[in-house]
RNA sequence: GCGGGUGUGGUGAAAUUGGUAGACACGCCAGACUUAGGAUCUGGUGCCGCGAGGCUUGGGGGUUCGAGUCCCUCCACCCGCACCA
């Protein structure tokens, strides 16, 4: 097949659009193992069938190009990861192509492409200068706000903005360019900021939450630290209500939005001021139960909180910093691990509760979070668990305020209960009391109502080389500019060493020439993160060569968005929720049509690896010396179990030795090993293969079942180290990539992971033969132009009917159930007639575009099978005259009857009432009643 | 702990609105053709029982003429988040 004009798509068409999408693969070394394509075949099939009945379908495939594996592979190699990169791109490509996927090539990105990053970066710019007005409920230009201080100063703007403080218009005009530049740098999209980051000093870089697994790095597995650097960042906080909002118009499986949901982690409460007593200052906290205040006896701050170091009395000062050099001595793995364990300190000061006007001591600890909310908290011992824990060990007051008596699961999220210890809010239930509290507290003036969310804006700086360079340029004074849009792309500059520079800077640092390209100022050395460019790729699909535009207003508005995306879970909230971020924000600024990106999305499940094992005797003593270190020997699985191996003379036998005396054995042993899947032809191990696997195999001993080894096999993740990965290329070379693609699908729900077994291929392979068979005999294409049978036309239309609606719901796996019933069933007939074959071939087309558009061409067809048009379902050819019932003595299936379709419920009941079976069961007990569901079943009910 | 998901033969699974549980395959067993079979074809195959028959969708309970499917409850495993104020 010539794929590139074959599957080429046009812009310009009066047939509706369908865009079928597949996640942005980064294309590893590794190359694709059998569980990567799975969610290829399947939109490959969906986006086949879309064709065939009558849509212009957008199926495009790209590379995320960018990313740290190429980075560290050029630090060890010294290869660049330009060229590694196209080296691993080509490999994918090749790989692809293989397994015959309908993928308009010409529309093919890559992120790490000039031509593609220069839009990156000019996307970067528009977030660099917009910021969200909170009225409009958008982005806006960032020229707007400056006019806006210019003439009124701040006091008036409603953005999301980290700026706390008020400016007058002739203050704005005071300020130097440099304050200007900071001020407003609170108020952009894309800003910078100094703030806590996740360093890694193995990798020299800093990583993504998302990166971080357990306080390591996800890559390599080095420690991770907390460290203060200047970052830029996302502003993705802006959205986070329309991210959260707008999810309810995705067709998504609820999994998906739980978890987005919970990243976002909306929470509505009060915001609150406490009063220091004798220090001109006020610690704000977050509650989502302020109607527990009377119950507050204490308060807890973060220890990395701003007013610590002010408000620690002289006298706690040492206990304060003993403290804090004990928690920056913590890593975020203890912390995780030690979650049961209290700790915490006095802080020497008092807070004024101004509910119940006492005065409560400020306490510091771990529990509390820096990050979340304000990073301290009003302490609530009678309802909060681990403020509860907190009291008991410091011996803190516990007044209780709820009464939850008639509630007793209730835990404190349920908000429910009686008020009581607690003045005017007495008596109240918990939820009245929580609107009074809101009430009260801004007619104090203490503080407001206010919605919170744990989502927190994106770090969006790498020290890294293999990404994209930010258009920015610092003067003296550190301000950043913007470069100028004509002047994009910047492009990266070519080095030889990728190590990172001194103080954790990017290798970029090291190019001076480059970093001075602009006079008078620098550029900025960080590159831009793995997500900058995949989160906006498939919007340039849509016009991929465009060089004025990221994509044109036309192209944008004939195809929209994506209606299908199929992807795994791993990207569930980091790039899903950056690219609706980014579509959002290109939608604020008029260049698209859409709110959201991806309409309906399918999570395909893993395809984890079936792993062989096989048990070498790794110490075997006998007469004080260890035969298992001279001669390897394995055992098969019946042996593997020492218990069973049980005396171990039938070893000894393999050892060569001769009267084996049981007392001279002082120590026997297994180990389990993997074994490469591909040298095991089922659970039988391939000897031959094996021995010559490693040198120390090469003159083992094997101790047998039945003539055979037999290995054991686990069901784990599918990985080089596991030795169970199967590589597509040589399935599809043994078996054909019709073959391949079809046994992917039947394997099971595409949503759902399951081991792979190669095994079963062999089922899907008989398939197709006998597919083909039904059209050809010895001598070549045999097919008859007689009419069809009732039967077969019945067939024919059974399976029409059966794949189309199982396409339409993305289970593929009971199409390929059905393909095979219906070729049973033809062949059962000989069926040879064109008018069934026909239309079947189509059918069967998205599945195994091979080998239907070989049986089309040869059946005379000049255009391609891809081009024809799907079948439709008649429903008339499955109309019955009768109609098999089976019928059921009180709900239990007894005999079967063949009856008229035409019969009525009465005439039915009677022709039961006589059968053999029925009487035999009845037997003189009474009928209660008997049930007849049309086309159905027929139930008696009889008294036992 | 919270949120989401899954649990059906030896294995992968099917059963779309409550209506014949185990379709379709793998594996296994038997047979045919073959010098041979890890090729091909045919038949059998949930479990217990010689049989009649009984049992069976993670366990227990409920609704119903009828439950894999709906409700309650418990258990196991997987995924995500995790001291979330």
Not at 343 to 351: L, N, Q, R, W
Request: charged letters at 25%; glycine letters at 6%.
């Amino acid at each position: 097949m010539e794929e590139n004009k074959l599957y080429k798509v046009s812009n310009n068409t009066s047939k509706p659009k369908y865009y079928v999408l597949d996640m942005f693969p980064y294309p590893s070394g590794a190359g694709l193992h059998v569980g990567h394509p799975l969610g290829y075949i399947a939109s490959d099939i969906f986006a086949r069938y879309k064709r065939l009945t009558g849509y212009n379908v957008l199926h495009p495939m790209g590379f995320d190009a960018f990313g740290l594996p190429a980075e560290q592979y050029a630090i060890q190699s010294g290869i660049h990861p330009a060229v590694s990169t196209d080296q691993n791109i080509k490999r994918y490509r090749e790989q692809l192509d293989n397994i015959g996927f309908s993928f308009d090539w010409s529309r093919e990105v890559k992120t790490s492409d000039p031509a593609y990053y220069k839009w990156t970066q000019w996307i970067f710019l528009q977030l660099f200068n917009h910021y969200y007005d909170v009225d409009a409920n958008k982005a806006l230009p960032i020229q707007q706000l400056i006019l806006t201080f210019e003439k009124n100063g701040n006091a008036g703007v409603k953005a999301h903005s980290t700026y706390e403080q008020i400016f007058l218009a002739h203050e704005w005009h005071q300020m130097s360019s440099k304050e200007k530049d900071d001020v407003l740098m609170n108020y952009r999209l894309a800003y910078r900021k100094k703030g806590y980051v996740n360093w890694c000093e193995a990798l020299g870089t800093v990583l993504a939450n998302d990166e971080v697994k357990d306080g390591l790095s996800e890559r390599g597995g080095h420690p991770v630290e907390k460290r203060a650097m200047i970052q830029w960042s996302l502003r993705i906080t802006a959205y986070a209500e329309r991210l959260l909002h707008d999810l309810d118009t995705l067709n998504w499986s609820d999994a998906l939005k739980a978890m987005q949901r919970n990243w976002i982690g909306k929470s509505e409460g009060a915001q609150l001021f406490f009063d220091v007593v004798g220090y001109d200052r006020k610690i704000e906290i977050f509650t989502t139960r302020p109607d527990t205040i009377f119950g507050a006896t204490y308060m807890v701050l973060a220890p990395e909180h701003d007013l610590v170091s002010q408000l620690t009395t002289q006298d706690q000062k040492e206990t304060v910093n003993k403290y804090l050099d004990y928690v920056g001595s913590r890593t975020e793995i203890d912390r995780m691990v030690e979650v049961k364990e209290v700790t915490g300190v006095f802080t020497g000061a008092y807070a004024h509760n101004p509910f119940t006007n006492s005065n409560i001591p400020i306490w510091l600890g771990e529990y509390v979070l820096k990050d979340y909310g304000t990073g301290a908290i009003m302490a609530v011992p009678s309802d909060d668990e681990r403020d509860h824990v907190f009291a008991k060990k410091f011996g803190l007051p516990i007044i209780d305020v709820v009464d939850k008596s008639q509630w007793p699961d209730a835990t404190l999220h349920d908000k429910v209960g009686t008020m009581f210890n607690s003045d005017f809010l007495n008596g109240m239930q918990v939820e009245v009391a929580i609107k009074e509290m809101y009430d009260r507290i801004e007619q104090k003036g203490i503080g407001s109502k206010k919605i919170n969310y744990k989502l927190r804006d994106a770090n969006y700086s790498r020290q890294r080389y293999w990404g994209e360079p930010f258009p920015i340029a610092y003067d003296n004074d550190g301000v950043a500019h913007a470069m100028d849009v004509d002047n994009l792309p910047l492009t990266l500059p070519n080095l030889e060493n990728f190590q990172p520079s001194s103080g954790g800077k990017s290798p970029l640092a090291r190019a001076e020439q480059w970093v001075t390209q602009i006079d008078g100022l620098e550029l900025e050395t960080d590159t831009m993160p793995g997500f900058a460019g995949s989160s906006w790729y498939f919007l340039r699909y849509m016009d991929a060569g465009n060089q004025n535009e990221f994509a044109s207003g036309e192209a944008i508005n004939y195809w929209q968005d994506v209606d299908l995306y199929v992807g795994g879970t791993e990207h569930a909230v980091g790039h899903l929720l950056y690219s609706r971020c980014w579509h959002k924000f290109l939608f604020d600024l008029g260049y698209l049509p859409t709110l959201e990106p991806f309409k309906k999305l399918v999570n395909q499940g893993m395809i984890q690896g079936s792993s062989r094992l096989v048990w070498r005797v790794s110490e075997f003593i006998y007469n004080d010396l260890d035969l298992a270190k001279i001669t390897t020997v394995l055992v098969s699985k019946k042996y593997s179990d020492l218990n069973t191996l049980g005396d171990n003379e039938i070893l000894a036998k393999l050892y060569g030795i001769a009267n084996y005396e049981k007392s001279k054995c002082s120590g026997m042993e297994l180990t389990s090993l993997h074994v490469d899947v591909n040298m095991v032809d089922g659970i039988y191990l391939d000897i031959e293969v094996f021995r010559n696997w490693r040198p120390e195999y090469k003159n083992a001993k094997f101790l047998l079942e039945d003539n055979k080894y037999i290995c054991g096999t686990q069901v784990e993740k599918m990985s080089k180290s596991l030795y169970n990965t199967v590589n597509p290329d040589d399935l599809v070379k043994n078996y054909g990539a019709d073959c391949f693609r079809m046994y992917e699908m039947f394997l099971g729900p595409i949503e759902q992971s399951k081991p792979w077994d190669t095994k079963g291929i062999e089922g899907v392979q008989k398939f197709l033969r006998k597919f083909w068979s039904l059209y050809y005999n010895e001598s070549g294409l045999n097919l008859s132009d007689e009419l069809p049978i009732t039967d077969e036309l019945k067939i024919l239309h059974l399976t029409i009917k059966k794949i189309t609606e199982d396409i339409e719901r993305f289970s593929f796996n009971t199409c390929v159930s059905a393909f095979m019933m219906c070729v049973n069933d033809l062949k059962r007939l000989d069926c040879n007639k064109k008018q069934i074959l026909e239309p079947l071939c189509i059918l069967l087309a998205p599945f195994a575009p091979f080998i239907t558009e070989e049986i089309w061409a040869d059946m005379g067809n000049s255009a391609s099978v891809h081009k024809a048009i799907f079948p439709n379902f008649e429903p008339i050819y499955l109309v019955q005259d009768t109609i098999e019932y089976p019928v059921c003595i009180n709900g239990k299936k007894r005999d079967t009857i063949e009856i008229s379709a035409q019969m009525s419920h009465k005439e039915i009941e009677d022709l039961v009432m006589h059968l053999d079976q029925v009487k035999k069961y009845v037997n003189g007990k009474q009928i209660l009643k008997v049930i007849v569901v049309t086309n159905r079943m027929v139930n008696v009910v009889i008294k036992e």
